[in-house]
């Protein structure tokens, strides 16, 4: 690159650090907004009537949100830019009549188009059987029995992945119980059924069990701040399984949980949402990595309070993780402020990278490493939360209809997992299991799947590092295959994107509108096969120079992150800003050498 070009880089470099550290926390951790759909807005009003906590101040903020998100269209998408979804459609429509708006004429055109509430997923159809407007006994059977099976059974809770587990039990429990609390509006225009909800038969010996046992599991996993999990589906649905059993807020599980669902709304006066989830460990993970590559050194106070903040959130008590790994010794971290139950691979492998680059919490690191090795599946790939969490069959259950409820090996995460423990002795035989499973996984076009951020640029833009970190060779077939891959979908203007699309449709892989975050992924890929001085390198690196912020930021209001592939997008607002700093600070450390 030229001498110009490398002053560009330094400034870039400089001014989103500069901006990185003004948006640390007082007590040390980064987190940004985990923005998702109206879904999580609309069902925070659902709750709240269910539970008798609605006030005329909620309806107002609630209808400003979603009629602020309507898109011209009048629908309702999964993704900005996406197509009209029937089910985040209805559920912002009933949200709206609740609160006292009117959702307009398109929008209720378009769910009776695509059929109504008879044709919407399962949660939708649960929270309008709340509301009075479907029947329970319409709603697909989820066998709250199943609770009662031992780990060991072939079909228990442990073969759905803990986000499904945590709400399949809460949900099954309110399916049995059909409670409901009667809202006073008419829905009859888009397929509601009102007041058609025959009261449940009363429950025999196994059903009473079932319910006990339900209520026993879904209180043993409350996690501190209240919630379950730290994510929406099983925090709401175990709020709700608790009021239909009849407890009100003097039970203290109930209490905490709705005393701690505050501290996961955004309020912005005029408009109130819900966050899904929290990202303070992986965002503070991610900003300490990139602060590090950008030269900022271990002693920076920073780093110091952001390495102590994360020391604090070690998870070092077992989780469901254990039921499969009883042996295994807990450690590593989760991905939400307060989720001891469920710790990951993916937030102890940046973790402890970070950790590593600043110097800090060795012992701590040590245990992260010790159960990320062991958390490896039979595959020689790593899932996120569980091993061997490959029951593809559930797919079939007429009730899995609504995303992922299996939790397998992915690209992304046994990438991470692989950066993190080749440098470390002791893991040779994980590190060549792992090795070996991730070069099996590359495409046939030279790029991987992105389980967890969108999508082939993500995946390859996370294996290319870890192929580094285990020592292969820059002329390996793998490295240059990826190359060529991106190479081949890199956008005109340089940067690179890759549309939502492409989890479904093969045509979209590595094409979109270029974004701050699937450029830097992509540059990182090129660093990791010391392709930092080529042109497609420099390209990228340009685009960011030149979209960057005044203020040292970036705009992307593109959905770059994935919960479930296509269902449940992310939009991380710290993903435009932590992740081209780590590639711009790369890029120069390699340009240096």
Known sequence: MSVATETRLDAAIEAATTRLLELQHADGYWVGELESNVTMTAQHLFWHHVLGLRTPELDRKIANELLSRQ?????????????GDLSTTVEAYAALKLAGADPGPQARDFIRSRGGIPKTRIFTKCFLALLGQWPWQRVTPIPVELVLFPPSAPFSIYNFSCWARGTFVPLAACRALRPVRLAEIDLREIGARPGKTRSPAPPGPMRRAALREAERWVRAHQEADGSWGGIQPPWVWSILMLAALGHGFEDETLRRAVEGWGGFTIDEGDRLRPEACQSPVWDTGLAVLALRDAGLGPEHPALVRAADWLLLEEV???????????????????????????????????????LRRC?????????GLAWTAGMQSRSGGWGAFDVDNEAYWLYKLPFCDFGKVTDEPSADVSAHALEALAPEAGFDEEVRRGLDWLLREQEADGSWFGRWGVNHVYGT?????????????????????????????????????EDIRSYADRAWRGRGTSTASQTAWALLAYVAADEADSDAARRAAEWLFSTQLANGDWEEPQFTGTGFPLDFMIRYHLYRLHFPLLALGRLRERLSR
């Open 461 to 497: 833009g996370a294996a290319l590092p870890a192929l580094e970190a285990c020592g292969i060779e820059r002329g390996h077939r793998a490295f240059r295959r990826a190359v060529a891959w991106l190479d081949s979908v890199q956008n005109e203007d340089g940067g690179f994107g």
């Open 316 to 354: 070092t008590v077992a989780g469901d993780w254990a039921v499969r790994k009883p042996e295994l010794a807990p450690g590593g971290w989760a991905f939400e402020f307060q989720n001891d139950l469920y710790p990951d691979v993916d937030d102890t492998a940046i973790v402890a990278l970070a």
């Open 359 to 367: 110097h800090r919490g060795h012992e701590a690191v040590d245990r």
């Open 71 to 83: 898109r011209d269209d009048g629908t309702w998408a999964i993704w900005i830019g996406g197509p």
